[in-house]
T-cell receptor, first 114, second 107 residues
Framework: SAVISQKPSRDICQRGTSLTIQCQVD?????MFWYRQQPGQSLTLIAT?????????ESGFVIDKFPISRPNLTFSTLTVSNMSPEDSSIYLC???????????FGPGTRLTVL | KNEVEQSPQNLTAQEGEFITINCSYSVGISALHWLQQHPGGGIVSLFMLSSGKKKHGRLIATINIQEKHSSLHITASHPRDSAVYICADNGHNDMRFGAGTRLTVKP
């Protein structure tokens, strides 16, 4: 199993600013993912964080808005850039090893944009 | 396109009742997950299934690969079981999520 922590756990930000969310896994994992859960909605995959290369983004998400880093096998960051109230969501990091059959989730970061 | 559908959307039960939440998916998968999300937003992975049935405490998950259907059962439900339960299919390297079932168990 893997234990995942995220920082910050919550934040309230002003429109137009950026926030970087950190995700730390307690063991080396093959894959790391970033999800968004908008109010009242289910989870949506933003991107797969690739170690040492650019992240793979899902349709509707772009690097300029959600730059992602993954410098090693246990750490990743997601930045929400030039925020607007529509970006108010819970952002979740998850990790998987091997074939990715089992994913472990972080506790989430609750973002409110005013 | 793989659609993951859950039912019911909302469920209210009295403490002690037997709960069933259903999940259907439209294409073949490598594994199906049941997740639990508490009001604070944190998600716990309850089960990962590729066939048959799994049991953990009062929770039971079953899957029928031929029918592309899975169920999550909670026996002797308790107010602390109140949460959103999410079914997710595991594709190659990502997951697709159902809309979730909001369960409220009243004392």
């Amino acid at each position: 199993s893997a234990v995942i922590s995220q920082k910050p756990s919550r934040d309230i930000c002003q429109r137009g600013t950026s926030l970087t969310i950190q995700c730390q896994v307690d063991s080396q994992v093959t894959m790391m993912f970033w999800y968004r859960q908008q109010p009242g909605q289910s989870l949506t995959l933003i991107a797969t964080a690739n170690q040492g290369s650019e992240a793979t983004y899902e349709s509707g998400f772009v690097i300029d808005k959600f730059p992602i880093s993954r410098p090693n096998l246990t750490f990743s960051t997601l930045t929400v850039s030039n925020m607007s109230p529509e970006d108010s969501s819970i952002y979740l990091c998850s990790a998987a090893s091997g074939t990715g059959d089992t994913q472990y989730f972080g506790p989430g970061t609750r973002l409110t944009v005013l | 396109k793989n659609e993951v559908e859950q039912s019911p959307q909302n469920l209210t039960a009295q403490e002690g009742e037997f709960i069933t939440i259903n999940c259907s998916y439209s294409v073949g998968i490598s594994a199906l997950h049941w997740l639990q999300q508490h009001p604070g937003g944190g998600i716990v992975s309850l089960f990962m299934l590729s066939s048959g049935k799994k049991k953990h405490g009062r929770l039971i998950a079953t899957i029928n690969i031929q029918e592309k259907h899975s169920s999550l059962h909670i026996t002797a439900s308790h107010p602390r079981d109140s949460a959103v339960y999410i079914c997710a299919d595991n594709g190659h390297n990502d997951m697709r999520f159902g809309a979730g079932t909001r369960l409220t168990v009243k004392p």
